[in-house]
């Protein structure tokens, strides 16, 4: 079974740090996916925060860029999510998401994590207060 496990979230104070990691279990059907992290705040949208395409392209979302940072071991099938300056509306749930490569720039938005894409993390919750 391909599944990707996260770890890594928490609370922390304003300005301080995370590092999120999700390891790709299992082999997929259509090679090494694309990559990224979604984010869901309670009566938010599923926002795509960043991702990796298989050409090494990296897309931010506005809102972190500067702060977050994205970052691939490819040998331990394990994307990391670096993740500094954090503010209080960073508060969410965190969902590492794969999906086939060369298929055009993921949603920028979802109505709920979980859609559209081939595989998705369990969440991971981020807590930041101020």
């Known amino acids: 079974e391909v599944q990707l496990v996260e770890s890594g979230g928490g609370s922390v104070q304003a300005g301080g740090s995370l590092q999120l990691s999700c390891v790709l279990s299992?082999?997929?059907?259509?090679?090494?996916?694309?990559m990224g992290w979604y984010r869901q705040a309670p009566g938010n949208v599923c926002e795509l925060v960043t991702r990796i395409a298989a050409d090494g392209d990296i897309y931010y979302v506005d809102s972190v860029k500067g702060r977050f940072t994205l970052s691939q071991d490819n040998a331990k099938r394990t994307l990391y999510l670096q993740m500094n300056s954090l503010k209080p509306e960073d508060t969410a749930v965190y969902y590492c998401?794969?999906?086939?490569?060369?298929?055009?720039?993921?949603?920028?938005?979802?109505?709920?994590?979980?859609?559209?894409?081939?595989?998705w993390g369990q969440g991971t919750l981020v807590t930041v207060s101020s």
């Open positions: 299992g082999f997929t059907s259509f090679g090494d996916p694309d």
């Open positions: 998401a794969a999906d086939q490569p060369f298929r055009g720039s993921w949603p920028a938005g979802l109505s709920g994590c979980g859609t559209s894409l081939e595989l």
